[in-house]
């Protein structure tokens, strides 16, 4: 079993910066996708943000439309650590940011982007972003 602690969320105004930090067990975690997805109140869990092993030493990441020029999701394998650095925040960013782990998927496809992929998750972090 994996388990994932998210940390950083918070109150900022729009335009502002937070920078999330997924926490992650486990000792393979250098060949773990790691997802972030947010939830706002009463809509479904979104995909933010992904990144996936390649093989080796290659990694992939890849975003949602929304967030593609303002968020950048980077991992530290040396301490089973995955951020997202989220600059010129939003209102409508707001939401319950998750972070799950995922085996991996079919290559070419964007099995990333869906939730169900996923086999562990975080509780979540709140992130408020006022106007």
């Known amino acids: 079993q994996v388990q994932l602690v998210e940390s950083g969320g918070g109150l900022v105004q729009a335009g502002g910066s937070l920078r999330l930090t997924c926490a992650a067990s486990?000792?393979?975690?250098?060949?773990?996708?790691i997802g972030w997805f947010r939830q706002a109140p009463g809509k479904e869990r979104d995909f933010v943000a992904a990144t996936t092993w390649g093989g080796r030493s290659t990694y992939y990441t890849y975003y949602s439309d929304s967030v593609k020029a303002r968020f950048t999701i980077s991992r530290d394998n040396a301490k089973n650590t995955v951020y997202l650095q989220m600059n010129d925040l939003e209102p409508e960013d707001t939401g319950l940011y998750y972070c799950?782990?995922?085996?991996?998927?079919?290559?070419?496809?964007?099995?990333?982007?869906?939730?169900?992929?996923?086999?562990?998750w975080g509780q979540g972090t709140q992130v408020t972003v006022s106007s």
């Open positions: 486990g000792r393979a975690f250098s060949t773990y996708a």
């Open positions: 799950a782990n995922a085996v991996g998927g079919k290559i070419g496809s964007t099995w990333y982007r869906d939730k169900d992929a996923y086999n562990f």
